[in-house]
């Protein structure tokens, strides 16, 4: 029957629909109307529908676009790929080892505002080269703001570059885009040679020295000064939360003095009162020197005690003496397992009200410590333990996130849920960037198929207890997951139906009697501005088997098209939709969408001539 149908309905007619699916799939995806998860599950419901009544048939009668070929996206090493290293990127980022190094970085980079720019974006460009993207923006993304603090530089002059960054260093390596990885894959599918790890590291490193000279001489000069109450307000700006640290017998503190109330040690905080035994010592602070015991009194903002929890994570306990608790309990979950750090408000008529810490229990009712005090009415010069709670007190507490979970149904504090995230294990920084390296490692010398290096690393990082089950499970990002698998099942349909080999023959005939290198030119032009309308990873798989067939039927190489391919479509600048990252920096940047079109129009054209003049020269062509 199968037979009868594909005779009755004519040799193109499979061609055509699976170019209308395309398109209205694209168009679909451009609205926004629907989730885009959705939008890609009904896609591949549709091309299962339809070629289960209009199959594609070999000389065997085999339907060429049965279910098993359909879903293969499912298990494609592209997709297991991306998922894998979304995972490993995850790790990274749970370990704070990412934090710490580009907080250090923002402490070495000089004090030349384009020279630190300078070298903020390319330790970018060199980490986006290994590393997803995204988990890179979001890390950078506080960084730059500093960055642009420090020089009194508005925001918004700085986020798009670090997105372009970003994918400047993702054109770099097979690992450094999902795109990259996804050409690769439709390589293979079509039966052509697959890229090795570094093939075109070369043109990918002067792509991004071009584009890096760009977003650092030029785009300043096309970006707005642009600001907003935001700025003033991130990482809990100005909010102060009053905490307290005791020095321990091996505090590094001791014999240190604190001129003005500042430690050296303790940046970012500012002593409010010392408690040394019954003696409480107030600023000036005038031949101070600290002493195991001392209880400093201190003041500062979240992304303070985050930092200071993240080197120290027992420096805030309020019931720390000489590095042991006062409670000697054997179980004190407080302290173990995953830890997050979250705001709570005392309730209005709370039982809290009017009584201390100790008094409340509050730690053992709740299994969560209390960190720090937050009472805009008055400055507070008291021990925590000391201080009586009022209505609308604003406790900074931490603990494991089942437990700061049940403080929502508690009626004596309020959780305020955005604010709870969790802290960076430290513990696990070594084990993470050792797996990690050791994982890329073995991909990039070839011991090891890349799909196997990766997916092992994650494995690896769960087993290690870098992450647990449920945290690898949630660094897997189901939008990216299903536009994978859709973009691939496309592919396919386009390739099996002989879509691809119509469109490449369109592009040939169009461009007639022109050169090889002219062909390339153009074909690049094409899907680099195809590229900031569709997804790039749509982008990448529905034009690999068209620039195959097009080389094919040029005489060209396949895998200088391919190249094409892998560039044109992470030249997502022209629009925040184009990749994710532009997204991510749009609202700390306070963008518009034509601020993408004005710095990114002219950085495409910048890319395609570098690459229509050094990519034929590289290759010879």
């Known amino acids: 029957m199968a037979e009868d149908i594909a005779a009755a309905v004519g040799p193109d007619f499979q061609m055509w629909v699976t170019l209308v699916i395309i398109i209205g799939a694209l168009v679909i995806y451009a609205l926004e109307r629907v989730p885009m998860e959705v939008t890609s599950v009904g896609v591949v419901c549709a091309l299962l529908v339809f070629f289960h009544f209009f199959p594609v048939l070999d000389a065997q009668g085999v339907n060429l676009l049965n279910p098993v070929r359909i879903l293969s996206g499912f298990a494609n090493p592209a997709l297991i790929t991306v998922l894998a290293l979304l995972v490993m990127g995850q790790g990274m980022v749970r370990t704070g080892i990412l934090d710490l190094g580009a907080r250090w970085l923002l402490g070495h980079t000089g004090r030349w505002p384009w020279l630190s720019l300078a070298i903020v974006l390319a330790v970018v460009i060199a980490v986006s080269a290994f590393l997803n993207n995204i988990p890179v923006v979001v890390i950078f993304i506080p960084i730059m703001q500093a960055l642009a603090t420090r020089f009194g530089r508005s925001v918004s002059m700085v986020m798009i570059p670090l997105s372009y960054a970003a994918v400047f260093g993702g054109m770099t390596t097979l690992i450094g885009s999902g795109t990259n990885l996804l050409v690769n894959s439709a390589l293979i599918e079509v039966g052509q040679t697959p890229f090795t790890f570094f093939e075109f590291s070369i043109p990918g490193m002067v792509l991004a020295a071009v584009g890096l000279a760009y977003v650092l001489v030029v785009a300043p000069k096309l970006l707005p000064e642009r600001s907003g109450l935001v700025d003033s307000l991130l990482e809990g700006e100005g909010k102060q939360f009053i905490g307290q640290i005791t020095v321990t017998g091996d505090s590094d503190l001791i014999g240190k003095d604190a001129p003005g109330g500042l430690f050296a040690g303790l940046p970012d905080m500012t002593v409010r009162m010392i408690q040394r035994g019954e003696t409480a010592i107030l600023p000036p602070f005038e031949d101070y020197q600290a002493r195991p015991r001392d209880v400093l009194v201190v003041a500062a903002t979240r992304k303070a005690f985050t930092e200071a929890l993240t080197r120290d994570p027992g420096l805030l306990d309020p019931d720390l003496q000489d590095g042991r608790s006062e409670t ?164 396919v349909a386009l390739q099996e139906t002989g879509g691809a080999a119509f469109l490449a023959h369109g592009v040939v005939t169009a461009l007639e009697g022109a050169s090889v290198v002219t062909v390339l030119s153009v074909f690049f032009l094409l899907v680099a501005v195809l590229a900031n309308i569709i997804s790039t990873k749509t982008c990448a798989v529905l034009f690999t088997p068209i620039a195959v067939d097009i080389a094919v039927e040029i005489g060209a190489s396949p895998s200088v098209f391919a190249l094409a391919v892998v560039f044109a479509a992470n030249c997502s600048f022209a629009s925040p939709l184009g990749y994710q990252t532009n997204l991510l920096v749009m609202a700390p940047g306070h963008y518009r969408f034509l601020d993408y079109t004005r710095v990114g129009v002219p950085l495409i054209f910048l890319l395609w001539a570098t690459f229509s003049l050094f990519v034929p020269w590289y290759y010879g062509m």
């Open 328 to 491: 000697e309990d054997e179980y004190r979950p407080w302290h173990e397992g995953d830890r997050m750090l979250a705001e709570i408000m005392v309730a209005p008529a709370s039982r809290l009200i009017g009584r201390t810490l100790p008094q409340i229990g509050f730690r053992y009712h709740t299994h969560c410590i209390v960190l720090g005090v937050q009472r805009r009415s008055r400055m507070i010069r008291a021990r925590l333990t000391d201080i009586r709670l009022q209505a609308g007190d604003v406790l900074l507490v931490r603990g494991q996130p089942n437990d700061i979970d049940a403080l929502k149904v508690s009626g004596d504090v309020v959780l305020i849920e955005w604010s709870a995230k969790e802290l960076p294990s430290l513990s696990h920084a070594r084990s993470a960037g050792a797996i990690f390296l050791g994982a890329i490692g073995l991909a990039a010398v070839g011991i090891l198929p890349v799909v196997v290096a990766t997916l092992s690393g994650a494995a690896v990082m769960v087993l290690a207890g870098v992450l647990n089950v449920r945290q690898a499970f949630r660094a897997v990002d189901p939008l990216v997951a299903t536009t994978i698998v859709t973009a691939l099942a496309l592919g």
